[in-house]
C-alpha cells in the first residue's frame, strides 16, 4: 500500500514466495486473500501463480481441504514441493504466513511434516478508540501514535485502505479478533450499536477478509441511553428484550460479529451495582442475547473503588478483582468470557500476576496486557514488553498450571497502533504489537526468538544485532529508571508520563507507596497487611507472605520494608533504588549509542525519528532518576554508597 510503512511485511520478505511458482488450492474469501498475496508477491518479482489447477511441478502448494473454523495448517516440504495443507480457510491464511517468516528456508531442504495450531482460540486487540474526539482523553485513550486507525471526522474512515494494510499486519502475527472502540463508552460511541452499527459493518467487512472478528464496545447503559427505557436492570424482561432486538440488529449487519465488550461499574461507567444485581447477572444478560448468533461478551474484570480515601489503610485496590469476582464462580454464561488484567493493580511495569487468574475453575477467562505504552514509555521509550508477558503467560499461579493455559477466554491486548505513519508512534514499538500476536499463538513461545523473527522480517540481518541490543533488555532498563522493586506509579498524575513520587499519593486512586523517613512500600501480607497476599493459591501465598521469601522486584509490592532492608541480592533497598536509578540512565545511553551506529542500515527517516525519541527518552530518564534518586536520599538521609551526585 502506497505510503503506508509496511513494518513486519516488506516486499522484501515475499521475494522467496514470489520468485517462485505456486498452486493455491480451494474456495472462499481467505483463500482468495492468500491467491491476492501470492499474486502480488508474484507480480512483483517474476514468480508465476495458479488458482485450482491440476497437481503440475510446482514449489509451493497451498491447499485448504475444508470450511471448517479450524485455525491449524500442516507443513511440510518433500521432492522439491512445499506442501501448506488445512482443513479451514483460515488455516491456510496462518500457512501462507508461515511460509513468509520461513523465507528461503522454506524451500531449501525437506521439512518434517509439522502441524501447527494456535493454542488460544481467541487472540485479541482492544482498540481504546473514541468516534469523536474527547475533550480529556482525545481521539484514543492512552493512544500514542496518533489518531485512530478506524475513526475521524466523528465518523468510520471513507477510505479503508489503511484498515486493509493493519487487518494484514494482525492476521500475519495470528490476531484473529478486534475491538473498535474505547471500553469507556461515551455518547457518541454509545450509538455504534443500533443506528451507527452500518459504520462498523464497513470495518468488519475489511477485517473479515484477513480472519478477523470485529468486537464493540457498548455501554451497559444502553437501554437507557439508547432505547429511552428507564432502567437498564438486567433482570428485567423489557430490558432482556431489549438487548436480544439490539443484538439481533446487530448480526443483520454483521453476520460473524464477535460479541461485545463491557467495562461496568468501573471508574465511573455504568453496571448492574446500580439494580442490585450482580456481574454475573449483568454478563449473563448480554450473553444470552448473543447466545443464537454464537457471540460471546467479554466482561472485564478491573472493578475497583476509584474513589478510596488515602488515609484508609485497609481498602486495597490489588485484592478488589478477585473479592468481587470470585464468589460468582460458577454463575457466568459459557458464552460469557472474563476478562482479566494481568496484574491486581493496572498495567504497571512490574506486578505479580493477579491471583484471580486460576481462581475462578467454573468461568471462562481472558487475560488483558496492554501493548500500549500507557505506564512503560508510552512509545517514546524503547520497553519492549515480551519478556514480561512472557513471564506473566508462563507464570505457573495456580497448580503448577501457566496463565497461558488458564487464560481460555484467549488472550487480550490494549492495542498500540494508531494512524501515525509508522502504526505505533515510536517505529520500534511495532515489536510489541507483533510479539503479542505471536505470544497469543503460543504461549509458551521463547520471546526472544519472536524478537529476532521481528527484526529480520521488518529490518534484514545488517542491523539484527544492534536492534537486538536495543531492544531485549528494555524493559528492565525501563524499570530500573522507574518506579522500583514492583512499588508501581509514582508517574505524573491524570497523564503519566514522567516521574511524580508522590504524584498519586494522597489520590483517591488506590495506588500509595507509604514512604516515610523509615522505610517504603505497602504490606500486603496476611499477618500485619491487607490480606492480598493470601488470595494466592499455594505455594506463592507463602512465597509472598513473608520478605524473606518474596522474590526482589515485587518486595515492595507486598512489604513495607526499611530502607536498609538487604534484598536477596545483598544490596540494601537504599543502595538498589540508587544503582538501578544510574544503571538505567546509562542503559538508555548506551541504547542511543548503538542506534546512532545503525545510520548506514536502516531507511534515514526512521532512523531519525527513533534517534530523535531516544533524545527525550535519555532526556526523560535522567529526569526519573533525578527525582527518585533526590526524593530517597531526602526522605532516608542515607547517602549513595559510592558517593554519586544526588541532588
Ligand atoms: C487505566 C487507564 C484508563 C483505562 C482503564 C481501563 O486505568 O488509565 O484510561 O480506561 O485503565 O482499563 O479501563
Redesign the pocket.
Known sequence: MQGVDPAWLPDEVFRPIGTRRTLVRGSGPLVDTVHEEVTRACARFGGRVERDAAPGPYDLVLEVTGTDGSEAFTCERADGRTNVTATGPSGLLYGLFHVVRLGEDAFREDLPRQTHAPALALRMLDH?DNVAVHPV?GQV??GYAGGSLFWADGRARGDLDRVRAYARLLASCGINAVAVN???VHETEARLLTDRIGEVAALAEVFRAYGIRTHLSVTFAAPLVLGGMDTADPLDARVRAWWARATAEVYAAIPDFGGYVV?AD??G?PGPFAYGRTHADGANMLAEALRPYGGTVHW?A?VYDHRQDWRDRSTDRARAAYDHFVPLDGEFADNAVLQV?HGPM??QVREPVSPLIGAMPGTRLAV?V?ATQ??TGQQRHVCWLGPMWSEVLRFPVQEGLPVGELARGGLVA?SNAGDDPYWTGHPLAQANLYTFGRLAWRPDADPSQILDEWIRLTFGTAAAAGLRAILDGSWRTYEKYTAPLGVGFMVQPGH?YGPAVDGYEYSPWGTYHFADRDGIGVDRSAATGTGFAAQYAKPWAEVYESPDTCPDELLLFFHHVPYGHVLHSGRTVIQHIYDTHFEGVEEAEEARRVWAGLGDVVDAERHARVAELFEEQVRSAREWRDQVNSYFFRKSGVPDERGRRIC
Open positions: 481504546w482523553m485513550e492512552r474505547n471500553v469507556n467495562k468501573s471508574e461507567q472485564r478491573f488484567k493496572d498495567f488483558e496492554q500507557e505506564y490494549v503519566h
